[in-house]
């Protein structure tokens, strides 16, 4: 079964930009991101068909004259997932578009800025699905590319960490409220639709463990008064203790109902709850006479 961060790729893979340099934007991410830079190469690869799709896509609209490969690879672990691989040779134009990948230039507008990002995450972007904890990462091999992609964050308003894990370096954020703000800026709103709806049942189930976990509390308090008051009566009529018919009529509804709470005897006896607590307090004063 597809993951999350799978499907919202997928998704993104299918959008392509009409504006020339917001398609170049994204390319120069996904390369950025996403390659391994040679003498007089760029080599991408990635386990999404889709996403290779679209980077192929992207260089036939911008460079149509690219020298470029393409291949599929059957991994050798035990999953014997695919990659697509695309190789990418520099030369002319894509010489240029190569020197061109850290220049400011290339994000000098918010629109250009966002394409960026959706390309960083088509590269090296993963999130967790949203029933799960929030966690959204761009991971790269170059750190300069992490240093990049951090910035633009930081340019749009976005709190995000970086750290190192192995030999990859990692821009993260851990909000639900900046994850669904930055999967909406990017396009993918199937995904954004799946992220409120997972987000109101995590508040509804939320709610409802408060409420059970309250009124088991409650319970529970009942429960140990309850045993308190018993405690008391019975060892008062263990000692033959007098006391006011008020009190008497107070031990023997008690007694007929252990299961009650002081609000269910306080309905049956007619009185407020308050005057059946203090009836119960000075039947614990009265008890704890002889537990001295």
């Not at 003498?39 to 470029?68: C, G, H, Q, W």
């Not at 393409?70 to 190789?87: D, I, P, S």
């Not at 990462?137 to 894990?165: G, H, K, Y």
Request: charged share 30%.
């Amino acid at each position: 079964m597809p993951s999350y961060a799978h499907d919202v790729k997928n998704e993104l893979a299918r959008k392509l930009d009409e504006d020339t340099e917001c398609m170049r934007a994204e390319l120069a991410a996904i390369f950025k991101v996403g390659s391994v830079i040679g003498e007089d190469r760029m080599d991408f690869s990635t386990a999404n068909a889709a996403v290779a799709r679209k980077v192929i896509t992207l260089l036939k609209k911008l460079y149509p004259d690219a020298s470029k490969e393409v291949a599929a690879v059957r991994t050798k672990r035990l999953t014997r997932t695919m990659r697509y691989a695309v190789r990418l040779f520099l030369t002319g134009h894509t010489e240029k578009f190569f020197s061109g990948l850290d220049s400011p230039e290339i994000i000098r507008r918010t629109r250009y800025k966002i394409s960026y990002l959706r390309g960083a995450f088509l590269a090296g972007g993963t999130v967790n699905r949203p029933e799960a904890q929030y966690y959204l990462e761009i991971m790269s091999l170059n750190p300069s590319a992490s240093d990049f992609v951090r910035r633009i964050f930081t340019q749009l308003e976005f709190n995000t960490s970086a750290r190192v894990r192995n030999k990859d370096f990692v821009v993260h954020m851990s909000e639900g409220d900046s994850i669904w703000e930055f999967l909406g800026m990017i396009g993918a709103e199937e995904a954004v639709d799946r992220f409120d709806s997972a987000r109101n049942m995590k508040e509804v189930r939320a709610n409802v463990n408060r409420i059970t976990n309250c009124e088991m509390a409650n319970l529970n308090k009942a429960i140990d008064a309850a045993q308190r008051q018993l405690a008391d009566i019975r060892l008062l009529i263990e000692n033959n203790v007098k006391v006011s018919d008020e009190l008497q009529q107070t031990m023997q509804i008690r007694l007929r109902h252990p299961e009650y709470t002081v609000g269910q005897l306080a309905e049956e006896m007619f009185i407020t709850r308050p005057g059946l607590m203090y009836r119960f307090k000075i039947l614990h004063q009265l008890a704890e006479n002889f537990r001295r």
